[in-house]
C-alpha cells in the first residue's frame, strides 16, 4: 500500500513539543534539538521557501506544530520549510497509508497502516464499523480491493 501526501500537515502538528530550535546560525540554519531522544540536526530552510517562513509564522490553531511548518497563504497546505534538510524522524514518516475522499473531495477518513483507522466523517465511521473493520481477509492487496469497492460504492474516493 502506498502513500498519498495531502499536505494537511497532520504529521507536523504535534513535532513542535518533538524539535526544538536550540540555535541559529549563519543565515537561515539552524541547530534543532530532539528532546526525546537527545539528538540534534542541522536544518537550513529551502531556498524557494525562504520568504514564505521568514514572512509568517506557526499558525496559532496549531501551537504545538513544528517550528518550520508554514501553511501556503493562497492554497492552506502545509509546507514543510527545511524539507530538504529535514531529520530522518521526518523522512520515514509515512502519514495515512489509506486517504478517504467524500463525493465532494473533502477528506472523510484515513488508515494508518492496517490498523488505525480515523473518520471526519459520521457516516464514513459508521460504514467502516458496519462493513469493514471486522473483516477476515489475510490478504492485505485482497483487502485493500474489497474496502475500494465498499467505499466506492457508498460515493468515496480512495487513495493509497
Known amino acids: 500500500m502506498g502513500f498519498f501526501c495531502q499536505q494537511c500537515g497532520e504529521c507536523c502538528s504535534q513535532m513542535g513539543?518533538?524539535?526544538h530550535i536550540k540555535e541559529q546560525m549563519e543565515g537561515l540554519v539552524f541547530l534543532i534539538?530532539?528532546?526525546y531522544t537527545g539528538e540534534e540536526y542541522l536544518v537550513t530552510i529551502d531556498p524557494d521557501?525562504?520568504?514564505l517562513f521568514t514572512q509568517s509564522a506557526v499558525a496559532a490553531d496549531e501551537p504545538l506544530s513544528c517550528p518550520f511548518l508554514r501553511r501556503d497563504p493562497v492554497t492552506g497546505l502545509a509546507l514543510c520549510t527545511v524539507h530538504a534538510t529535514k531529520p530522518d524522524i521526518c523522512r520515514e514518516c509515512g502519514c495515512?497509508?489509506?486517504l478517504i475522499l467524500d463525493s465532494n473531495g473533502r477528506r472523510a477518513?484515513?488508515?494508518l497502516g492496517a490498523g488505525?483507522?480515523?473518520a471526519d466523517d459520521p457516516a464514513l465511521h459508521d460504514l467502516w464499523a458496519d462493513q469493514i473493520a471486522d473483516l477476515e481477509i489475510t490478504d492485505r492487496n485482497e483487502?485493500?480491493?474489497k474496502v475500494r469497492a465498499i467505499l466506492s460504492?457508498?460515493?468515496y474516493t480512495v487513495f493509497v
Do not use: S
Open 17 to 19: 513539543d518533538v524539535f
Open 33 to 35: 534539538y530532539n528532546q
Open 49 to 51: 521557501k525562504t520568504q
Open 96 to 98: 495515512w497509508t489509506m
Open 109 to 111: 477518513g484515513r488508515l
Open 116 to 118: 488505525h483507522f480515523a
Open 143 to 145: 483487502w485493500e480491493r
Open 153 to 155: 460504492r457508498e460515493g
